[in-house]
């Protein structure tokens, strides 16, 4: 059996220290891809295992669910990178508002058009790591 931690104190530092890193990004005068990218997916990331944290926290889960937990979280992670990247995105362009934007609007939709492959391999790589779970538990147990 699997159980699913609540969240404590951690997960609230967590997400302060991811607010004051976002705070420190929109301020800065950078159009770089790869911030973007990687505040986006951390948001994504934060996001769903908040949710997850929220709606199923304390329960018990049989081994065999593993596999299918990491397909469902990882292309939630996914689905929501790509949105939370666009939306970033949108954001700086909004606070800073200059002449020329920092993210143009066929970026923005570049990023988007990603969005489907991200959730293709975010669920993928939830699958390799539930499978990779599944087996580490089936180790320890024997």
Request: proline residues 4%; aromatic residues 10%.
């Amino acid at each position: 059996m699997i159980h699913i931690p609540t969240g404590g104190r951690n997960v609230r530092l967590l997400a302060i220290g991811y607010g004051i890193m976002l705070f420190v990004w929109v301020t800065l005068e950078d159009n770089a891809i790869w911030p973007v990218s990687l505040l986006g997916l951390g948001l994504a990331i934060l996001i769903v295992y908040l949710t997850i944290i929220d709606k199923i926290n304390g329960q018990l889960f049989a081994v065999r669910w593993l596999p299918f937990i990491g397909i469902a979280s990882g292309g939630l992670i996914g689905l929501t990178a790509g949105l939370c990247i666009t939306g970033l995105m949108f954001f700086k362009n909004a606070v800073h508002a200059h002449v020329f934007l920092d993210f143009p609007l066929g970026l923005m939709l570049a990023m988007l058009q990603r969005t489907p492959s991200w959730t293709a391999v975010g669920a993928l790589l939830g699958l390799g790591s539930g499978l990779g779970w599944m087996a580490f538990m089936a180790e320890k147990n024997t």
